[in-house]
């Protein structure tokens, strides 16, 4: 099954360590992007990508960068992580050749900076 | 700015008795309505959407209506059924890049 997988699934680390969450898909979508989730807030938009070439910043990029190694993969990093950067944070992809963009999301990766 | 606001945050329900959520957007060109199901340890996943050129559609035992005039859209869920049992997201979408999420939904259904 075509599918977006991402690694870790969970993360304990210290203030002030660099983090990076990775993000592989099968789907051979082009677009992927990086969501984050806090309870009550719903799914708030870090960045995106249109292709290889291509780096959005989204609602709440600042404390995070990405790169896009290839289409399959969509790293996000967290240079020095800060306690309010614990959150879930998903992965996802779309295709668009598809309409309205929908949404493909990996299983997330609960992170907890301590 | 565009924001997707979605009511109630939590739903608790009986078993068999119906579920509904309500969301209300605020950019009058969003053209798209998904909703989205994300069960304990895993993504959201989308369960039924609907376009703006339509007033209502059904799958089984979900439905959604779109009010274009009053820019709300609803989601109902007929029969609950524990595994029923969910955070919910209902979302906007104008065009481009961006999909704009409600805050979700904890829906509890009680057996």
């Known amino acids: 099954d075509a599918d977006v997988t991402q690694t870790p699934r969970n993360r304990i680390t210290k203030t002030g360590k660099r983090i990076m969450l990775e993000c592989s898909q099968t789907?051979?979508?082009?677009?992927m992007y990086w969501y984050r989730q806090d309870p009550g807030l719903g799914l708030q938009l870090i960045y995106y990508?249109?292709?290889?070439?291509?780096?959005n910043k989204g609602e709440i990029s600042d404390g995070y960068s990405v790169s896009r190694q290839a289409q399959a993969k969509f790293s996000l990093s967290l240079e020095s992580a800060i306690p309010n950067q614990t959150a879930l944070y998903f992965c996802?992809?779309?295709?668009?050749?598809?309409?309205?963009?929908?949404?493909?999301f990996g299983p997330g990766t609960r992170l907890t900076v301590l | 700015g565009e924001n997707v606001e979605q009511h109630p945050s939590t739903l608790s329900v009986q078993e068999g008795d119906s579920a509904v959520i309500k969301c209300t957007y605020s950019?009058?060109?969003?053209?798209?309505f998904p909703w989205y199901k994300q069960e304990l340890g895993k993504g959201p996943q989308l369960i039924i959407d609907?376009?703006?050129?339509?007033g209502e559609k059904k799958d089984q035992r979900i439905a959604v209506t779109l009010n274009k005039t009053a820019k709300h859209f609803s989601l109902h869920i007929t029969e609950t059924q524990p595994e029923d049992s969910a955070v919910y997201f209902c979302?906007?979408?104008?065009?481009?890049?961006?999909?704009?999420f409600g805050a979700g939904t904890r829906l509890f259904v009680k057996a």
């Open positions: 979302a906007a979408y104008t065009g481009g890049f961006k999909t704009i």
């Open positions: 950019d009058s060109a969003s053209n798209y």
């Open positions: 990508s249109f292709d290889v070439k291509d780096i």
């Open positions: 609907i376009r703006s050129n339509v």
């Open positions: 996802a992809t779309s295709d668009p050749r598809g309409s309205y963009n929908e949404q493909f």
């Open positions: 789907k051979g979508h082009d677009r």
